[in-house]
């Protein structure tokens, strides 16, 4: 295990950002994360665990220590007639683990197709695309506590899963390394195809499902449509969470824009007449908010070295040369159009380093 000083992040984060680690580390194996405990970088240092860099923005060097997951290994560690648990390293890139599931013909992870990142951040963030979310598979986590270097294992309940959140992100941020993920699986078909956007694609092309793959590759041929390939234009995804909002607000909106779209469910669309026969209450409708930006006028922008990618306005992308800061500003000037406009707070999906 070597200890690396001063080091060049560009390449460590989708949006190309050209920041600094005052150290980094890979971590290989279990027994490097219990050496680095011992450290004296370790002791003194604030402290970045670090996956794929796919869902962060460097807004100024980091002056710490990063510590980079490369655990590998994916294998089916119990099965039974309906079921597989497969259990993932932290550092696998999260699409080799979907692609493992499909070609065995298991059920559960498709619709996570081309998600960026790796396995490890897949819980952290609870990752979710087309109307499918880590959550919904994840059976275990395994984690190493960084104060005791004990070993713990969280069920999905002890997760405290939400949208685009856990108890990773709030209440124990920081405080574990995730080493593995277990995975509950279907050997059974159990297609999820009723989020919009997929079920439209389906039917425009007239495409059958006959297997978690084909979802999986239609899916894949879905987001390289839209999403840029952060390989030539650097990217986070989705930069901002879907809004969520009351019937009120709802109707509010739809009084000047009879065309907002509405949902009632992460992976359901909702007509607004039977919206309105529902008993108010704490019900909440989905909102995109790409369509809120795009209202803005933001679809396509681009301001000096950044933008607003032209296909989807949920990303913001790097044209070269952009820092974290320039690409921040220009989220903040998003946030304060939206809510001038609709009068709804934006919230970041990307975490700010």
């Known amino acids: 295990m070597q200890t690396l000083k001063d080091f060049d992040l560009t390449d460590y984060n989708t949006f190309g950002i050209n920041a600094k680690a005052k150290f980094l580390v890979e971590i290989n194996k279990e027994a490097d994360f219990l050496e680095l405990l011992e450290t004296t970088e370790y002791k003194n240092n604030q402290k970045l665990f670090l996956g794929g860099g796919s869902n962060m923005l460097l807004v100024k060097d980091f002056d710490g220590l990063i510590v980079l997951n490369k655990l590998k290994g994916i294998e089916i560690i119990k099965e039974d007639e309906e079921n597989v648990w497969v259990k993932a390293m932290g550092g696998e890139i999260w699409n080799d683990l979907v692609l493992f599931s499909v070609e065995k013909g298991f059920w559960g992870l498709e619709n996570l197709s081309l998600v960026p990142g790796t396995v490890g951040a897949s819980p952290v963030q609870n990752i979710g695309a087309y109307g499918s979310e880590a959550k919904d598979t994840i059976f275990e986590v395994e984690a190493i506590d960084i104060k005791n270097a004990g070993k713990k294992v969280f069920t999905n309940k002890e997760c405290e899963f939400g949208y685009r959140d856990s108890i990773f992100k709030n209440k124990l941020k920081g405080k574990y390394f995730i080493i593995a993920v277990i995975f509950k699986l279907s050997k059974k078909q159990n297609k999820n195809v009723n989020y919009r956007a997929l079920q439209e694609y389906l039917d425009e ?19 390289e449509s839209k999403l840029p390939n952060p390989k030539i234009l650097g990217n986070a995804g989705s930069f901002f969470k879907n809004v969520y909002v009351d019937i009120d607000k709802l109707l509010e909106i739809e009084l000047l824009y009879p065309d907002v779209p509405c949902f009632e469910e992460e992976n359901r669309t909702s007509p607004l007449t039977p919206l309105l026969n529902k008993e108010r209450g704490n019900q909440t409708i989905k909102i995109p908010t790409a369509w809120l930006i795009e209202k803005c006028g933001w679809k396509g922008k681009r301001v000096g070295n950044v933008g607003v990618h032209i296909k989807q306005s949920l990303v913001l992308v790097n044209y070269g040369g952009a820092t974290g800061a320039e690409v921040l500003d220009l989220a903040n000037k998003i946030i304060d159009s939206v809510d001038q406009k609709f009068g709804i707070k934006l919230t970041l999906e990307v975490n700010l380093i």
Do not use: F, Y
């Open 205 to 223: 092309n007239k495409l059958e499902i006959k297997s978690s793959g084909d979802v999986a590759r239609i899916i894949a041929e879905i987001r």
